[in-house]
Nanobody, 115 residues
Framework: QVQLVESGGGLVQPGGSLRLSCAAS????????MAWYRQVPGKEREFVAR???????AYADTVKDRFTISRDDAKSTVDLQMNSLKPDDTAVYYC?????????WGQGTQVTVSS
């Protein structure tokens, strides 16, 4: 069983920064892609950023040049550095990892951008 625990969410003013972290634990043989998604009430969960095992990254157009995803395979963690935050970034952020043919989701952490 694999568990993902996110941390780092909270309330921040527009233009501010937050760093989200996700730690994976349990029976993990090797982690492939790691990613972050987000969801607001009434809307579908949307892709934010992804990093593969060879450190190739991809970002949604809405966060490109503002967010940076990174991973530490020794610690089984994936982080999301979020800068220049906007009210539209307000959402519950979910961590996602893929190991082989199985994928796992975290429980989500709330990010609120408001003055």
């Amino acid at each position: 069983q694999v568990q993902l625990v996110e941390s780092g969410g909270g309330l921040v003013q527009p233009g501010g920064s937050l760093r989200l972290s996700c730690a994976a634990s349990g029976s993990i043989s090797s982690i492939g892609s790691m990613a972050w998604y987000r969801q607001v009430p009434g809307k579908e969960r949307e892709f934010v950023a992804r990093i593969t095992s060879d450190r190739t990254t991809a970002y949604a157009d809405t966060v490109k040049d503002r967010f940076t995803i990174s991973r530490d395979d020794a610690k089984s963690t994936v982080d999301l550095q979020m800068n220049s935050l906007k009210p539209d970034d307000t959402a519950v952020y979910y961590c996602y990892i893929r190991t082989g043919l199985t994928s796992y989701w975290g429980q989500g952490t709330q990010v609120t951008v408001s003055s």
